[in-house]
């Protein structure tokens, strides 16, 4: 079976001079991005392919042996393996017990990548041997990546500070195949032959008042678990703040559009106004102009230096939806008292175009 030459080292994205430490960590963050589990559709199949290139990448290039024979034989490093694997097993008869594990790992697939049952394997490398006993691993623990996920955050949990329920996928030994990708010499139903699944966790993380959109909050201890005993690692929330179309952000103060009648812009009013806790009377004071804003000092979001930003009423001149004959009346009378143009400034301006 042809196949096209891999490059180990570019499909860990590392230099041929990598220490075996940086291998690692390149692959570990790969692995998490190609895991097939956290891909779905189109992408999946895709990133079953990547993720299976990666583990054969970091399986050679982390073993000194293997790494040394791809450095020497380059892509046809699997087919010189097998010449000598077969070479040696002509030797002896009771086969070849190191890390090349099974039989018909290589005769079955030629050189056309890893079968399924190395994932056991990556999997203990990358999560950690949980659930199976200590297989005597005597390198020291590695800490677990850290996790990055976003918040969304309504105005009102921002005024109070909130207990969001955040939700991890966390990849898992398949139970069913033990993560060897099979169950009686057939793919894994489960786990669709990748030996791993995903957990779904809820955990809660309280989120302070007055958090800024865009602030990253570290959640200490609830990133992916640590390999051979290694810590965990942290938890980043990314807090987005959406716009919100009726308070209107501007840093700790809010602005909200408050509609008026002409009669109560020009003879004055007490209104009710919206704020981010209970509505408040407001008085619009006579002779009111549009766009004139009215301030309520400390009923913005909090702010950064411990204090309220304030809420502002830009207030908008509306008419009646439908006026009644008595109203028809008024405005008819309205229109028969002397009021300069209001188009005067308009047309002066234009001409000056
Ligand atoms: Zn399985």
């Known amino acids: 079976m042809a196949t096209t030459p891999r490059d180990y080292y570019h499909i860990l994205g590392v230099p041929r001079t990598a220490s075996p430490d940086d291998i690692k960590k390149a692959f570990r963050r790969l692995?998490?991005?190609?895991?097939?589990?956290?891909?779905?559709?189109?992408?999946?199949?895709?990133?079953?392919?990547?993720f299976k290139e990666l583990n054969e990448a970091q399986e050679v290039l982390t073993d000194p042996d293997k790494r040394k024979k791809y450095d020497q034989y380059g892509a046809d490093w699997d087919q010189a393996q097998a010449f000598e694997k077969a070479r040696q097993q002509a030797r002896t008869a009771q086969g070849f017990g190191g890390p090349w594990g099974g039989e018909g790992d290589y005769t079955g697939?030629?050189?056309?990548?890893?079968?399924?049952?190395?994932?056991?394997?990556?999997?203990?490398?990358?999560?950690?041997?949980?659930?199976?006993?200590?297989?005597?691993?005597?390198?020291?623990?590695?800490?677990?990546?850290?996790?990055?996920?976003?918040?969304?955050?309504?105005?009102?949990?921002?005024?109070?500070?909130?207990?969001?329920?955040?939700?991890?996928?966390?990849?898992?030994?398949?139970s069913t195949c033990q993560g060897s990708g099979t169950v009686r010499g057939r793919s894994c139903v489960t786990c669709q032959g990748t030996g791993m699944t995903a957990e779904y966790k809820t955990i809660e993380v309280r989120i302070p008042a007055g958090v800024q959109d865009g602030t990253r909050v570290r959640v200490a201890g609830k990133g992916q678990p640590g390999i051979n005993g290694g810590k965990r690692g942290d938890l980043y929330l990314h807090v987005a703040i959406p716009s919100d179309p009726i308070?209107?952000?501007?840093?700790?103060?809010?602005?909200?559009?408050?509609?008026?009648?002409?009669?109560?812009?020009?003879?004055?009013?007490?209104?009710?106004?919206p704020t981010l806790a209970e509505p408040v009377k407001v008085k619009v004071p006579p002779g009111s102009k549009a766009e004139g804003k009215l301030r309520l000092k400390g009923k913005g979001l909090p702010s950064a230096t411990g204090g309220h930003g304030d809420l502002f009423l830009t207030l908008q001149i509306v008419l009646p939806a439908g006026i009644s004959e008595d109203e028809r009346g008024l405005?008819?009378?309205?229109?028969?008292?002397?009021?300069?143009?209001?188009?005067t400034e308009l047309l002066y301006g234009a001409q000056r175009r």
């Open 331 to 343: 405005y008819e009378r309205l229109s028969k008292q002397r009021h300069p143009d209001p188009r």
């Open 31 to 50: 692995a998490r991005q190609y895991h097939p589990d956290l891909h779905a559709g189109a992408k999946k199949a895709e990133m079953e392919k990547k």
């Open 247 to 273: 308070f209107r952000r501007q840093g700790s103060d809010l602005h909200v559009t408050l509609p008026i009648y002409p009669w109560e812009a020009i003879l004055g009013a007490e209104v009710t106004a």
């Open 109 to 174: 697939q030629g050189s056309g990548g890893s079968g399924s049952d190395h994932f056991s394997d990556f999997f203990e490398n990358l999560f950690g041997n949980r659930g199976r006993g200590g297989t005597g691993r005597s390198s020291s623990g590695m800490p677990g990546e850290d996790i990055e996920t976003e918040v969304h955050l309504g105005l009102r949990e921002v005024l109070t500070g909130v207990i969001k329920r955040v939700n991890l996928r966390e990849p898992r030994t398949c």
